[in-house]
């Protein structure tokens, strides 16, 4: 069974950073591509920004693009999520996912596409 445990979200001011960190465990983390979606109250969850296995291809939503960063450490089972810049639209419950395939030749911005995901962590960016 997949575990991913999100972590590093928190209240922020506006123009603010923040890292998030997500740590996998239960499978060959290096062989799966993985995501960050974020999902606000009352809205749909939306798709954030994607690493493909290798850390070779990523891919962001247009909100965030240009302050943020995804990278991925295979060595730590970890994929980051460093947020810059950051705006109160930036506040939701973020989520770190797994892709359900190995070593996929795309990086996937469809949560259907991915299949475990952590519990969430909170940020709240202030104005």
């Known amino acids: 069974q997949v575990q991913l445990v999100e972590s590093g979200g928190g209240l922020v001011q506006a123009g603010g950073s923040l890292r998030l960190s997500c740590a996998a465990s239960?499978?060959?983390?290096?062989?799966?591509?993985m995501g960050w979606f974020r999902q606000a109250p009352g809205k749909e969850r939306e798709f954030v920004a994607a690493?493909?296995?290798?850390?070779?291809?990523?891919a962001s939503a247009p909100s965030v693009r240009g302050r943020s960063t995804i990278s991925r450490d295979n060595a730590k089972n970890t994929v980051y999520l460093q947020m810059n810049s950051l705006k109160p639209e930036d506040t939701a419950v973020y989520y770190c996912?797994?892709?359900?395939?190995?070593?996929?030749?795309?990086?996937?911005?469809?949560?259907?596409?991915?299949?475990?995901w952590g519990q969430g962590t909170q940020v709240t960016v202030s104005s």
């Open positions: 996912a797994a892709d359900s395939l190995p070593r996929r030749l795309r990086v996937t911005s469809s949560s259907t596409e991915y299949n475990y």
């Open positions: 690493i493909n296995w290798s850390g070779g291809t990523t």
């Open positions: 239960g499978r060959t983390f290096s062989s799966y591509a």
